[in-house]
């Protein structure tokens, strides 16, 4: 039984479960971005009630780009601290994202099937995070994949404090 996404509301905050894929050829990875903001993000998004983090991060890449893709393995437990956008704007969120390697098939050709929680338009870049000056989404990539790890890194990240 699979249900609603897995953000629930804590407190005065939000607690959220979200999965992020790390797409990756040669040295550059598949990042998203929107026109309501200024960064780039993972291609990912919520964990459903229900559903395990591998099963969700292959449903997020199939709902994002048009291919079934199958998970390498696991690269990062994140644990953040946020301000909210769009729906909780302005409300303190606590997230925990699984980042998974994706096995990425040598004919990928992506195609953005997806638009933000707000309607907007949504787009897929391949980037290189050595050279892209753009804000990351989460920002540990910028240096993490430029010589991945073979193994699970768990990282904290806080844009507010209690």
Known sequence: MKGKDLTVLADEGVLNIRVGAIMMRGSRVLMASNERVDYLYSVGGRVRFGETTE????????????????????????????????????????????????DVPEDFDPVCHS??????????EWIDPAAETRKFFPEFFREELQNPC?????????????
Request: proline share 3%; hydrophobic share 40%.
């Open 55 to 102: 099963e969700a991060v292959i449903r997020e890449v199939f709902e994002e780009t048009g291919a079934t893709m199958q998970v390498d393995r696991l690269g990062f437990v994140h644990e953040t601290f946020f301000m909210g956008e769009e729906a909780y704007r302005g409300k303190p969120i606590h997230e925990f994202a699984f980042f998974y390697y994706m």
């Open 115 to 124: 638009v933000t929680a707000a309607g907007g338009r949504e787009w897929l």
């Open 150 to 162: 073979p193994t699970v890194k768990c990282i904290v990240t806080r844009e507010w404090e209690e």
